[in-house]
């Protein structure tokens, strides 16, 4: 008879690492029957053993997902991150608006404050003003050559008073330059967050820290895996080894009774051949030599053939029970 074998590990989840199972298949070449195949679930190593297993597993499950939980934080860090980066470029978005609306409303008020005054644009007071604007702006910008004063432009404004209307629109200058400063500032601000916004997206779309994570995670499921299945392929080796040399012995001892059962009925059969032989000759005997006998009590010869036949009937009883003490011992 062949035999064979496969094992593979029993249950899922929890019930992954308490045991394995073993299919056996057998096939008597001397029978045309279909083989047999035996499927059972071998369960070793004892609870200890399996938690042990369960705790490995169980470690390896918690890393891979701390590996995951870990890159999801990263990214939810870099998400909110880049979402406050947002807000802030909204918010300089307004900012830059409003200020820009503001600079428009002192344009207003500037020709407003010309037309309250009454003066007009070709007028020396305007164009006094407007050396006075090129002087101030010559301050600021000193390497801008549109802003350079001639000498003759200098001593003129060093003799110069200012009228009220002057006064005024320069200081309006004044908060127009401001908000310039602030709407420039906001605007490299607000660069500088677009920008930051569109490297992180770049490297992410580039690096995909989630799928890297989740592979690394994955390898780390793949190995705690392949130890657990080695761990339960040698502890449920010698386990099938032990069963299968059982179910051989059993088969064996199985063949040996039945092997003793025929040589017992054999040998049965042939006691009860000699016996029915011992008999037969030992009736004809009988008979032939009563033939030749005379008997002086005048008793017929059948009677005493009769006789005869009784004596071995009673024979024949008691080898039949010495028989059956026989078999009784033999059992």
Request: net charge negative; with cysteine.
């Amino acid at each position: 008879m062949g035999n064979g074998i496969s094992i593979c590990a029993a249950g899922t989840g929890q019930d992954f690492v308490t045991g394995i199972r073993v299919t056996v298949s057998g096939h008597d070449k001397h029978s045309d029957k279909q083989p047999k195949t035996e499927t059972k679930a071998i369960y070793m190593g004892g609870t200890e053993n399996q938690d042990t297993l369960s705790q490995k597993y169980e470690f390896a499950r918690k890393q891979a997902l701390k590996k995951i939980l870990s890159q999801f934080e990263q990214d939810m860090e870099i998400a909110e991150d880049m979402k406050d980066q947002g807000d802030t470029v909204m918010k300089l978005d307004s900012q830059i608006k409003d200020e820009r609306a503001r600079l428009e409303e002192l344009n207003e008020r500037k020709k407003a404050l010309q037309e309250q005054y009454g003066v007009a644009s070709d007028s020396q007071e305007q164009k006094d003003l407007e050396l006075m604007q090129k002087a101030e702006n010559h301050k600021r910008y000193p390497l801008d050559e549109q802003y350079n004063l001639s000498e003759e432009e200098e001593e003129y404004l060093a003799n110069l008073s200012k009228t009220p209307y002057q006064e005024e629109i320069l200081m309006l200058d004044a908060s127009a330059r401001e908000l310039k400063n602030k709407i420039s500032s906001d605007m490299r601000d607000m660069d500088v967050e677009e920008a930051s916004i569109w490297a992180t997206k770049k490297a992410l779309l580039k690096v995909n820290p989630m799928k890297k994570a989740k592979d690394e995670a994955d390898k780390i499921m793949e190995v705690a895996r392949k130890e657990l299945v080695g761990a339960l392929w040698d502890q449920g080796r010698d386990k099938v080894d032990e069963e299968m040399e059982e179910e051989k012995e059993r088969i064996d001892e199985e063949k040996l009774e039945a092997l003793e059962e025929k040589i017992r009925l054999k040998e049965m059969e042939e006691d009860e051949a000699k016996e029915e032989a011992s008999r037969t000759y030992m009736e004809d005997s009988v008979f032939s030599a009563s033939k030749n006998i005379v008997l002086p009590s005048g008793q017929t010869i059948d009677n005493l053939q009769q006789d005869v036949k009784s004596l071995i009937q009673d024979q024949t009883f008691l080898d039949v029970d010495l028989k059956g003490l026989r078999v009784d011992k033999k059992l």
